[in-house]
């Protein structure tokens, strides 16, 4: 198999297994493959059904490493490129590439401007990468007006994002960006004003505060129905499974209304979220090992 000559914006073809991609490099945190009913999991299996049906589209846009190269942009395709090649079992699948040298600084611009113009930035992944684009081009010796120019946003938006990757310590900053709890900038940069020793005990505050804000906002009925939905279930797992009632043509996809009660108007993210927690707690029920006597006598000494 042929690999990729360095000829600028030349696509050629390159073994997956040639290119080393780095997770931690990518501006787009998180793993957009995973969690089944997450709209990322839902935009990922669209691209791989396309991706089977018309071919790749787009190239990914690596830098030469050795004799690798080294993914740049594109990590979304090479996932999904990656995933069809394991389902055929094609240890030499290969993925359209553009390779070029780049230095520090187009790299991680082409990365950022790239997961911005497939799909807006998170706050906490467009602030990490500004900000590592802002020390490749130099750091404290660089302008926000430089660093905004490079990648075309507006400067006083650049040096809000910078201002808190500046004024907010590190550890702070990488708990924002991993967490499931979504924090504005607006709400980190209240942060700034706080001293960096209290900062950490601030922003655990602030998680607290939006955690049960959430427990009380217009979604929290989901979670209340996926326990409920869940423990109907596994009560009918477990009759099922002592043989007193037969369940067979059971579908919660078809008669979850019949299980719990399903807030008019919910959207299909919703009722798959309830459904799933359904299904999973009847199968648990279904295939759990029956508690023995020497068991239920350890609990009771407990």
């Known amino acids: 198999m042929a690999t990729a000559k360095n000829v600028s914006e ?13 997770p931690a490099f990518n501006g787009r945190s998180g793993d957009f493959t995973a969690d089944a009913g997450d709209e990322e999991k839902n935009n990922f299996d669209d691209l791989v059904e396309s991706i089977k049906m018309r071919g790749q589209d787009e ?27 394991e389902e055929k079992g094609d240890p030499n699948a290969t993925i359209k590439a553009i ?73 702070v900053t990488d708990a924002w960006r991993v967490s499931p709890v979504k924090v504005s900038t607006g709400e980190m940069e209240t942060l700034c004003k706080v001293p960096k020793d209290q900062q950490m005990d601030a922003y655990k505050k602030l998680l607290g505060k939006k955690g049960e804000q959430s427990e009380k ?8 129905a996926k326990k409920n939905a869940a423990k109907v279930a596994s009560l009918l797992g477990k009759l099922e499974k002592n043989e007193l009632i037969d369940t067979e043509g059971l579908s ?51």
């Open 59 to 85: 190239a990914v846009r690596v830098v030469p490493k050795g004799k690798k190269f080294f993914l740049v942009a594109g990590f979304r395709r090479f996932a999904a490129i990656s995933k069809i090649a």
């Open 252 to 302: 919660f996809a078809d008669h979850i209304d019949y299980v719990v009660k399903i807030k008019k108007g919910a959207n299909a993210k919703q009722r798959s979220a309830i459904i799933k927690a359904a299904q999973t707690a009847y199968e648990e029920a279904l295939t759990a090992e029956e508690e023995t006597e020497e068991d239920s006598e350890d609990e009771s000494e407990e």
């Open 99 to 171: 390779s070029k040298d780049m230095t520090s600084v187009e790299m991680r611009s082409l990365n950022l401007r790239e997961n911005t113009a497939r799909d807006q930035l998170k706050g906490a992944d467009l602030a990490w990468s500004i900000h590592d684009l802002w020390k490749q081009m130099g750091g404290k010796e660089t302008s926000d007006v430089a660093v905004a120019k490079e990648i075309g946003l507006s400067q006083p938006y650049v040096s809000r994002l910078l201002r808190i990757m500046r004024e907010v310590v590190t550890k």
């Open 217 to 224: 906002g217009p979604n929290a009925w989901v979670d209340s």
């Open 10 to 22: 030349q696509i050629s073809l390159i073994l997956l297994k040639d290119i080393v991609v780095d």
